[in-house]
Structures are given as C-alpha cells and as structure tokens.
C-alpha cells in the first residue's frame, strides 16, 4: 500500500526557515514524480512544488520560486521542501502527493499524505 508521512512543520516567525520532510512506501519511489501541495486557512489546496524522479527537473509555483527548493533521496524513499524567507501567506497544511499507477485496479489514483502543518506568524 502507499504511504506518505510528512514531518517538519513547526510555527515560525516571518523571513524564517523550515524545512519539511517526506518519507514513501509501498511503491517504487525512484520512477515518479512528487509533488509539496499546501492548503492556506479557507482556502483550496494548492500546488507548491515538483521534482521528477531522478531530481534532474524542479517546478516551483511563482510565489514560492527563488525561495523554496525541492530534492529527494532516493535511497531513503524521502523527498525534502526548504523554505526560506518564509512568509505569512505561506501558511497551511503541507502535504506530499503523488499520482501512481495501481496495478491492481490497473489506473492511476492519487496518493496524499497526512499534511504538516506550518503556520508564519510574528
């Protein structure tokens, strides 16, 4: 079975760091693209970030580029978010995503994790 458990949220004043963290199971890690999607207070979720499987390529939404950076480890099954320069309006719950393929019902489905909650406050 898939499993992303997300960990590193914390409570941070603004212009601060965090660094989020997220560790998979139950599925070959290393071929799939992962993505950092967050919800913000009354809002929808959102997507923050992509890296492909190989770490080569990393998409990153406007408000976050040249401040965020996504990697992954392969040999751990983990994929990491740096935040830095952290702002008020990135506040939310932060969740790992990743859309696999289940043989078993031969389709694709989308996999979330639980969410880590970051919250950019003075």
């Known amino acids: 079975q898939v499993q992303l458990v997300e960990s590193g949220g914390g409570l941070v004043q603004p212009g601060g760091s965090l660094r989020l963290s997220c560790t998979a199971s139950?599925?070959?890690?290393?071929?799939?693209?992962i993505s950092w999607y967050r919800q913000p207070p009354g809002k929808e979720r959102e997507w923050v970030a992509s890296?492909?499987?190989?770490?080569?390529?990393?998409n990153f939404e406007d408000s976050v580029e040249g401040r965020f950076t996504i990697s992954r480890d392969n040999a751990k099954n983990s994929v990491y978010l740096q935040m830095n320069g952290l702002k008020p309006e990135d506040t939310g719950v932060y969740y790992c995503?990743?859309?696999?393929?289940?043989?078993?019902?031969?389709?694709?489905?989308?996999?979330w994790g639980q969410g880590t909650q970051v919250t950019v406050s003075s």
């Open positions: 890296i492909s499987p190989a770490g080569r390529t990393t």
């Open positions: 995503y990743v859309r696999g393929y289940n043989y078993s019902y031969s389709g694709y489905r989308d996999y």
């Open positions: 139950g599925f070959t890690f290393s071929t799939y693209t």
